[in-house]
């Protein structure tokens, strides 16, 4: 059986002193750093810059650890067959530059200053490798206008701050003066400050007066009207030719401005059917509505966007789930949220339940028979409704809410003992009883879900490829395009058709595994394979390990049995492992985590007499809470123990295929390797095994919707054995709340006895590998996950100068070739087979075959960029890849990048199967959501914008000063917890 992933939370590294900055402030300038020899010679005629100069004399001469990277390399890559070395100049490295928007652009490190003179990689040609097949994508022709597009600007008086009161502003304004005064023209609007037109107004400016009807007033009796004045101006017209110049490939650069139109205009009829949600519209009669739990069901709808593409302009369908507030009566809701009958007083921890979940939340009052007012809840009262009293005129005559409402509306309070709903805000605050509420339709659910209702979400949004491929084109036939008004108006014509893709499948790589096992290497089949037969490559050694179980339905028999099955799979996998525990299997309370750990720990360490503890197994309950982090969080900062959390369900099912994945995770947490790839080995890697080449895998993760303080947690992961590639060592850092670029890439900080000292994550790792490997890398390959389009820029300048700093600081003119490539999976590009029925085409699951790789016709028209799929399909729709590449000095082809990056994702430590994002990236993630764990008692407590500081420096200074950093890892857990 193949060894499928676990759903474990893994982990993260050595915490860096944080050094923030505002860098949309003062743009980081590329390029400032020693220039390398192709431009010393140039360098020469001018007087050396003040910061090149500075930079030069605090290139890490001060610390030992430069010195020791300098020292000369001592493990050169033998194999006959290696690939020949880039050209050199004098044994150091020369950076090419790429061509700007007028001829190449370059400064003295060799490469952009600003995004003005940068331009991302062009495509070197579409690959050729693998074996060639037909794939359908979800996207759909869409026909270029050759009609002019306009812009205007809109102003509206009184301001409104709500988009939807706007949007209805301006429907009334259409409706009334499209014939007079638009000349019939029909525009599109943003809902903010833009109106687009096909074709250009009677006029340059006019102002109008717009009547609005209060929509939440009664029914069928009189409504309020609110008078508004619109001003439209004329502002631009956009470029229709640069946009086809730019889709057929003959320019760099697309014109943002006419693309956001032509996708606005396509949204316009949506916005008004169905309900917006980012870029996707929701609504309960797509497909009926499945309840999640706790008051909330999930809605069906579907993703849209507009994008360019090398077979034009490309309208990407996707389906799309997301959770809503079910439009129950409050009353209701609140049961259902608590789970028991409402007939009693709410408890203090009910209560601010309550209140948590329906702060924000819009409800419209029912006891007022067809006057519908609708109101945002503020929060609810302390008090129950019983004792309510409240001002009613300015002599503070007081009067009791149960009274008032049965005076004023005939309506008797029946629910007194609950609290009421408060609305407005807290200087005049509205009391509403929860009875006379309902929720209204129509509200997204942001918070955070529970483990159950995401369970249940994933149900409704896990489809098999050909369901989801009906359900797609079913979106767009409704949808009907072609008898669109804003479509007809603007010229735009979409096909019904999914755009017909060719595709090829690269090969699997062959594996290599320990030569006294049966079988010495291994070809996957379909994206999977096992390890019967094989024995680790590097099978680690455990001669002290114990087992604390926090699970009461394990009995210590079971749990004996359970350890003893998992020692022999270890050692059958070709690892050495003492079957005996250091001290008997620990039974212990979940509440009592870390007196637990702490007592086995002093235990053993006892009994071994100083020696430290390699292992600890962990049974944990199913479902443990909190129990898991709090044990990461301890074992890792507090005690640096390395450890393995079990679930019950799985002590009880003693499954080989479990013991053997657990077994390979094992392996790698001990510094061991389970394979590596034959080509590495034989050194037959195109630019990575002819000279010492190191891989980054980069990632930041985002606190949760709601959480307005938390940190985001950077990380970083290299790797450390080349040539072979395959184990990796991670750092990681707490930063600015939703700061997307890696501040501590490269940082410096003034010490005392040293002066300017160099640090950060890129050149800590750069001197990680020097130590493991002998070797200076030569060439770096930067995998950075988690980066939307719109960031492409700011993250390349920011990071990429990063890079070059930190090199340079360890040595006078080093500078390694980079390639940086970002990694999407939050994109809406799904394949599917040309044919569902041909099952030489497909996986198990139905989907395509794991290898397909996608660079032509719904790729960019003129970028470096490719949809890879790299793993077998479980359940659902596969989800390719995207990989950008944004800069590249490596010069690598379209299949070297292809078959390096599909290969790698055969070298996934902990599962026998090639995984979905290439592995430095996925451990990345890894990295940084365990960071997590050790930051979440604190953020619980206190509220407050950091993470616990244990241990580290707090970076000072600037707006990101505010952010204590991660605590400290024990030294034995730095290198390995992300595999954990």
Not at 335 to 347: E, F, T
Not at 803 to 809: G, N
Request: proline share 7%; aromatic share 8%.
């Amino acid at each position: 059986m193949p060894i499928r992933p676990m759903k474990e939370n893994s982990e993260h590294h050595l915490p860096i002193k944080p050094q923030f900055q505002n860098p949309t402030k003062n743009p980081p300038k590329i390029g400032k750093v020693p220039p390398p020899p192709a431009a010393a010679a140039a360098a020469q005629d001018s007087p050396p810059s003040r910061n090149r100069g500075r930079r030069r004399r605090r290139g890490g001469r001060k610390s030992d650890q430069s010195d020791s990277f300098m020292r000369p390399s001592s493990r050169p890559c033998t194999a006959a067959d290696k690939p020949p070395v880039l050209a050199r100049e004098t044994g150091q490295t020369v950076v090419p530059a790429l061509p700007g928007p007028t001829g190449p652009v370059r400064n003295d490190g060799g490469y952009p200053s600003s995004s003005k003179s940068l331009t991302f990689p062009a495509r070197p040609g579409f690959g050729q490798l693998g074996s060639k097949c037909i794939v359908k994508a979800n996207h759909f022709f869409a026909e270029l206008p050759d009609k002019d597009l306009i812009q205007y600007d809109v102003s509206i008086s009184p301001e409104v701050a709500s988009r939807a009161v706007n949007r209805a502003i301006m429907a009334e304004l259409v409706k009334l003066y499209k014939e007079s005064h638009l000349g019939t023209r029909l525009p599109a609007y943003d809902g903010r400050k833009s109106l687009y037109t096909a074709g250009e107004l009677p006029f340059a400016w006019k102002e109008f007066t717009v009547k609005l009807v209060d929509e939440d007033d009664a029914i069928n009796g009189p409504k309020r009207e609110r008078e508004y004045k619109v001003a439209i101006k004329f502002v631009a017209r956009a470029n229709l030719y640069h946009l086809g110049q730019f889709l057929a490939g003959k320019r760099a650069d697309g014109p943002k401005e006419a693309l956001q139109i032509l996708d606005i205009v396509l949204r316009e009829l949506s916005m008004k059917r169905f309900c917006p949600v980012g870029r996707s519209f929701f609504s309960p009669e797509i497909r009926k509505p499945q309840r999640l739990g706790d008051g909330l069901e999930a809605w069906c709808g579907f993703y849209q966007s507009l994008r360019p593409t090398q077979m034009g302009l490309s309208l990407n369908i996707d389906m799309a789930s997301a959770a809503f507030i079910e439009a129950l009566p409050v009353i209701e809701f609140v049961a259902q949220l608590l789970g028991k009958d409402v007939s009693r007083p709410l408890s203090d921890s009910d209560r601010i339940k309550v209140k948590k979940a329906l702060r924000g939340v819009k409800v419209e009052v029912t006891h007022r028979g067809e006057v519908r007012r609708k109101y945002r809840v503020s929060g609810i009262t302390t008090q129950p409704t019983r004792e309510l009293v409240f001002p009613v005129d300015d002599n503070s005559t007081m009067k009791s809410v149960v009274e008032y409402f049965q005076e004023m509306y005939d309506f008797t309070i029946q629910y007194t003992h609950l609290p009421c709903l408060q609305v407005g805000n807290q200087k005049k605050a509205n009391y509403l009883p929860m009875e006379a509420c309902k929720i209204v339709e129509g509200q997204r659910y942001t918070k955070r879900l529970s483990e159950k209702q995401i369970t249940a979400l994933l149900k409704v949004t896990c489809q098999r490829p050909r369901d989801r491929e009906k359900d797609i084109v079913q979106a767009v036939e409704n949808n009907d395009y072609e008898h669109d008004d804003y479509a007809k108006e603007f010229g735009i014509r979409i096909s019904e058709k999914l755009a017909s893709v060719e595709a090829r499948v690269l090969p699997a790589p062959w594996l290599k595994y320990h030569e006294t096992g049966k079988e010495k290497d291994c070809l996957p089949q379909v994206g999977q394979w096992n390890m019967m037969n094989k024995k680790m490559i590097n099978g680690m050694t455990v001669s002290r390990w114990a087992c604390i179980n926090f699970s009461r339905n394990v009995q210590d028999g079971v749990a004996r049995g359970f350890c003893n099955e998992l020692a022999q799979m270890c050692q059958v996998s070709g690892m050495e492992f003492n079957p005996d525990p250091v001290i008997p299997i620990y039974t212990s309370r979940p509440d009592q985590v870390e007196k637990s750990l702490k007592h086995v720990y002093h235990a053993c360490m006892n009994k071994l007499k100083g020696k430290e503890l390699e292992l600890l197994l962990a049974i944990l309950p199913d479902n443990n809470g909190s129990l898991y982090g709090d044990l990461k969080r301890i074992c890792e900062t507090d005690l640096g123990l390395i450890s393995q959390c079990c679930l019950t369900k799985h002590v009880f099912k003693i499954n080989k295929q479990y013991l053997a994945n657990v077994s390979l995770k094992i392996n790698v947490k001990m510094g061991g390797r389970n394979t590596v790839l034959l080509d590495a080995i034989s050194c037959r890697i195109p630019l990575v095994s002819d000279i010492p080449t190191i891989i980054f895998g980069a990632d930041v993760t985002h606190p949760e919707n709601g959480e307005d303080t938390s940190p985001s947690i950077a990380a970083v992961v290299a790797s450390q054995d080349w040539p072979e590639v395959t184990k990796y060592a991670g750092l990681v850092c707490a930063q600015a709340h939703r700061q997307e670029l890696i501040q501590d890439l490269y940082k410096t900080w003034h010490d005392p006895a040293r002066g300017t000292v160099s640090g950060g994550m890129i050149r800590d790792l750069l001197i990680s590998f020097r130590k493991a490997t002998g070797q200076k890398p030569q060439r770096i390959i930067f995998y950075r996950d988690g980066v939307s389009e719109g960031q492409f820029y700011q993250v390349l300048l920011f990071e990429l100068d990063a890079i070059r700093k930190a090199c340079a600081s360890l040595e006078p003119n080093y500078q390694p070739l980079v390639t940086f490539i970002v990694v999407q999976k939050r994109h809406h590009t799904r394949l599917f087979a040309n044919n569902h029925r041909d099952r030489s085409s497909t996986d198990k699951s139905g989907n395509i075959l794991p290898g397909t790789v996608v660079d032509s016709k719904i790729c960019h028209p003129t970028e470096f960029d490719f949809y890879l799929c790299s793993h077998a399909g479980i359940q659902g729709t596969s989800r390719p890849a995207h990989y950008h590449v944004l800069w590249d000095e490596n010069n690598f082809t379209a299949d070297g990048i292809q078959s390096l990056t599909n290969n790698l994702c055969y070298t996934y430590a902990r599962c026998t199967r090639s995984v979905s994002v290439v592995p430095p990236a996925y451990y990345a993630h890894l990295a940084a959501f365990r960071a997590r764990f050790y930051m979440e008692p604190e953020v619980q407590e206190g509220g407050g914008n950091g993470c616990s500081g244990k241990a580290g420096r707090v970076g000072g200074g600037g707006e990101f000063g505010g952010v204590r950093p991660l605590p400290a890892l024990k030294e034995n857990v730095k290198r390995v917890m992300f595999y954990c």
